[in-house]
């Protein structure tokens, strides 16, 4: 149902953008021959009001033995939502946890620049030159984090209200009783009903949404530029996926957050996304429009992850056809 309403959507735009030549898939169909040509990855696309840049991304594992994401490049724009999609292993979380700074051991940066390019109240950050402390100043008050599993980032034995008045006390000068009624205040707008009695519950009390949105709540309570979700949605069932996803995008559009959203799931990306990376083996392949990269993929990879797609909805196959006739 999230998957057809959002490719019905697209088709719509697919029919507009072909009665006006549909220029940026030609620009798409460029980037991934020169791509395939060259090795590497397609031509950064420059956001309008760019938050975060990626420049030439390179990151090694086992130890520096092994080079797993070879010269990413993109940006992110304020109010603007970048999907990054790809196969398991094609280094969409790496490359995400390189920008947060939380590679696992064995992991390192090799190359390439991240930076925070920072706003008029708010300072650039080469992110690649931060020790623990400047860590501490931006992830939370300027990065925010949401990941797949709530419950394992949560802690179990400490009341999730708690656990957002913690966060917030960490960020800012808010007293006590400040904090708490701030949480209570961004419990309510991440959509909890009832938010008194959720800030008493324990998270094992919580639905798998409930506890996404505590999470969300505790990633925006230092309100920041840049929020990244990492298969935030994966785990949930596809309605209360939509109600998250929903969520996210006000966010994003209330606060000119810029969002970074890793998927595996292309329904997402139809849904939510303003503009797409496709990754295959370390590299971006294919960068566009959701219009574009979903109703006319230009790289065989993008092309399999859609065919992998037609396989999981039933009723994807007949919107996709139309999006194929409508794009060409
Ligand atoms: N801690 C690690 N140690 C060694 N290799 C790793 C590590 N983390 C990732 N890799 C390797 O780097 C490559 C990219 O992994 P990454 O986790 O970024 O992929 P992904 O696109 O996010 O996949 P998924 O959708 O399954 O999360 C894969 O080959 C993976 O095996």
Redesign the pocket.
Same mark, same amino acid.
Do not use: I
């Given at each position: 149902m999230l998957v057809a309403g959002a490719l019905n959507a697209l088709a719509d735009a697919v029919r507009d953008a072909g009665s006006a030549g549909a220029p940026g898939t030609l620009a798409v169909d460029q980037a991934a021959e020169a791509q395939a040509e060259d090795g590497q990855s397609a031509e950064t696309v420059p956001a309008a009001d760019p938050v975060l840049r990626v420049a030439g991304l390179r990151?090694s594992?086992?130890g520096g033995r092994?080079e797993?994401?070879h010269g990413v490049s993109f940006e992110v724009g304020r109010g603007e939502i970048v999907g990054l999609v790809? &196969?398991?292993?094609?280094?969409?979380?790496?490359?995400c946890?390189s920008v947060t700074g939380l590679l696992?051991?064995?992991?390192a940066r090799s190359g390439g620049s991240v930076e925070l390019l920072g706003g008029a109240d708010t300072e650039p950050v080469d992110l690649t030159a931060l020790d623990r402390a400047g860590w501490n100043a931006v992830r939370g008050p300027r990065i925010g984090i949401v990941f797949q599993d709530p419950a394992s980032y949560l802690n179990p034995s400490i009341p999730v209200g708690r656990q957002l008045v913690e966060a917030l006390r960490a960020h800012t000068e808010l007293s006590k009783a400040q904090a708490r009624a701030r949480a209570l205040e961004l419990f309510g707008s991440v959509g909890l009903r009832e938010p008194e009695t959720v800030y008493a519950q324990y998270p094992h009390e919580l639905s798998g949404g409930m506890a996404q949105r505590v999470l969300i709540a505790i990633a925006i309570s230092g309100d920041p530029e840049l929020l990244i979700a990492d &298969?935030a949605t994966s785990a949930l069932d596809v309605l209360v996926q939509a109600e998250v996803l929903d969520l996210l995008r006000s966010l994003v559009r209330e606060r000119g957050l810029a969002l970074l959203l890793?998927t595996?799931d292309l329904g997402v990306v139809a849904e939510l996304c303003d503009r797409v990376l496709v990754?295959d083996a370390?590299r971006i392949v294919e960068q566009g429009s959701a219009a574009q990269v979903v109703g006319a993929p230009a790289h065989p990879r993008t092309k399999r992850l859609l065919d992998a797609a037609l396989v999981w909805q039933p009723g994807f196959e007949d919107v996709h056809s139309e999006l194929i006739g409508a794009a060409s």
């Open positions: 990151v594992v086992h092994a797993a994401v790809g &196969e398991s292993g094609s280094g969409k979380t790496l490359t946890r696992a051991p064995g992991c &298969e890793v595996h990754f370390g």
